[in-house]
Nanobody, 122 residues
Framework: VQLQASGGGSVQAGGSLRLSCAAS????????MGWFRQAPGKERESVAT????????YYANFVKGRFIISRDNAKNAVYLQMNSLNPEDTAVYYC????????????????WGQGTLVTVSS
């Protein structure tokens, strides 16, 4: 599975961005997908994940009510709609895939994209 994340950029606090992740592979719909982020000097952390069918979604507490993860299996894509952004959301955001897992534990994800930078200014 190859992943390509896009949609990052610079935005002011309170603004919104939509990240996209394009995936290769004919069995995309069987993979759990997730968004993760890493800020400078900090460890990678989980943001949101979604099951293969899209039925189950999981969110880190710090994004609940602000971010929405979704997927379109017909397009082999997963999205992260980010609203009410704040400077603490500044990070490189990665999408990742797992053949067997769809929870928030990022160490269970086997395939990673290259990341897209999100910068939120106050």
């Amino acid at each position: 599975v190859q992943l390509q994340a896009s949609g990052g950029g610079s935005v002011q606090a309170g603004g919104s961005l939509r990240l996209s992740c394009a995936a290769s592979g004919r069995i995309f719909s069987t993979y759990g997908m997730g968004w993760f982020r890493q800020a400078p000097g900090k460890e990678r952390e989980s943001v949101a994940t979604i099951s293969g069918s899209g039925t189950n979604t999981y969110y880190a507490n710090f994004v609940k009510g602000r971010f929405i993860i979704s997927r379109d299996n017909a397009k082999n894509a997963v999205y992260l709609q980010m609203n009410s952004l704040n400077p603490e959301d500044t990070a490189v955001y990665y999408c990742a895939a797992s053949a067997k897992y769809s929870g928030l534990g990022y160490r269970h994800y086997d395939y990673w994209g290259q990341g897209t930078l999100v910068t939120v200014s106050s």
